[in-house]
Every structure is written in structure tokens, then in C-alpha cells.
């Protein structure tokens, strides 16, 4: 897979190439790359595919594990004395 990657992509003035929007992605997401980067970073989007596919499964990847990651954190954050109530209920039944 990343072999072919290397053979498709040239590197070329002004252009990154799919090895370094991979390296970029994570600061393409944070929103923290200069305005020259992102610029490139998109035009490389736009002329590419395969790194269109790959950066959205990514942006994918992010949004389930921070909703994963919310909802795990709502359950821990569930007061004790509610915890208690919900489990003495269900031995109720
Ligand atoms: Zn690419």
C-alpha cells in the first residue's frame, strides 16, 4: 500500500506528496497548520483520491472515538449515590 503510494506520488515544488499528508493529518485536523500548509494540504486533496478517502476515515476514526470517549466519560461521572439506586432497583426485580 505505501509502496504503490511512493511510486504514484513525485514530489513536485509546492506540492506535498501522500507521505507528507500523512504526516500532516493530525495537525491538518487541530486546525493548526500554517496557512501555506493547509493550502497545499488541500490542493494535494483535491488532485488525490486516494488521500481524500484516507483523510475523511480519518476525520471518521476521530468523531467515533470521541463520542466513545464522551460516553465513557458520562457513565464514570454518574454520581455515586445514583449508581447505588440503579443497582438496588434492578435487585429489586
Ligand atoms: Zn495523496
Redesign the pocket.
Known sequence: MLMI?RLM?QHMPGML??EE?DSFIFEFNEGSLSYYESLKFKL?LSM?S??RDYVSKYKDTIRVSQAEFIKANKIANVPEDLMQAILKSRKTK
Open positions: 503510494k506520488t506528496t501522500c499528508v494535494h488525490c486516494e488521500c
